[in-house]
């Protein structure tokens, strides 16, 4: 099992940045995928960006160059640095892993609100 406890949400104004983090914990050396899902009222999940064990990663079209995705695997942790913020980017954000073994699991979520 993984636990993931997410942090970092808040509002903002629009032009603004936020930092998320999400903190793996339990059996954190099957983890090979980690990513940023988000869900905003009305709308399913979607991907936002996700980083392989390899480095390798994967962004929206809707935050490419604008939000960067890193990792510290020493502390199993994952953030997301979100720039330029606009309203569209308000949602819950998710935080994701996948394991060697197959297994998917999710934070809890972390409200980011972006408004004037």
């Known amino acids: 099992q993984v636990q993931l406890v997410e942090s970092g949400g808040d509002l903002v104004q629009p032009g603004g940045s936020l930092r998320l983090s999400c903190a793996a914990s339990?059996?954190?050396?099957?983890?090979?995928?980690m990513g940023w899902f988000r869900q905003a009222p009305g709308k399913q999940r979607e991907l936002v960006a996700t980083m392989s064990n390899s480095g390798s990663t994967t962004y929206a079209d809707s935050v490419k160059d604008r939000f960067t995705i890193s990792r510290d695997n020493a502390k199993n942790t994952v953030y997301l640095q979100m720039n330029s913020l606009i309203p569209e980017d308000t949602a819950v954000y998710y935080c994701n892993t996948q394991t060697y073994n197959g297994r998917n699991y999710w934070g809890q979520g972390t409200q980011v609100t972006v408004s004037s």
């Open positions: 339990g059996t954190t050396f099957r983890i090979n995928t």
